[in-house]
């Protein structure tokens, strides 16, 4: 499974983003979905993550400035950044946890796009 993330870029402080994962390959379903975060000499952290039903859970950190969202024709998710700030600056990594056409699981991580916001 192939996972390409793109959308990242440079911003000022209270602009958006919209970050975007498309997984592709032999990929029977996907179960949840998810962006994570990594700021230099910080570890990886959750930001978003959405499950097949639709449900979303969130960071405290971004709650109520980021959205997730998921178009299963695609297999794309996506992620909405607004009133972004400083803090926010990191590489942000796409999530991809399902099933293969072989009835393996998969668990996959993007590439990473890097979102930097400035003061």
């Known amino acids: 499974v192939q996972l390409h993330a793109f959308g990242g870029g440079l911003v000022q402080t209270g602009g958006s983003l919209r970050l975007s994962c498309a997984a592709s390959?032999?990929?029977?379903?996907?179960?949840?979905m998810g962006w994570y975060r990594q700021a230099p000499g910080k570890q990886r952290e959750l930001v978003a993550r959405i499950s097949t039903g639709g449900s979303r859970n969130y960071a405290d950190s971004v709650t109520g400035r980021f959205t997730i969202s998921r178009d299963n024709a695609k297999n794309t998710v996506y992620l909405q950044m607004n009133s972004l700030k400083p803090e926010d600056t990191a590489v942000y990594y796409c999530?991809?946890?399902?099933?293969?056409?072989?009835?393996?699981?998969?668990?996959?991580w993007g590439q990473g796009t890097l979102v930097t916001v400035s003061s």
């Open positions: 999530n991809v946890v399902g099933l293969l056409e072989s009835g393996r699981g998969f668990a996959s």
């Open positions: 390959g032999s990929i029977f379903s996907i179960n949840s």
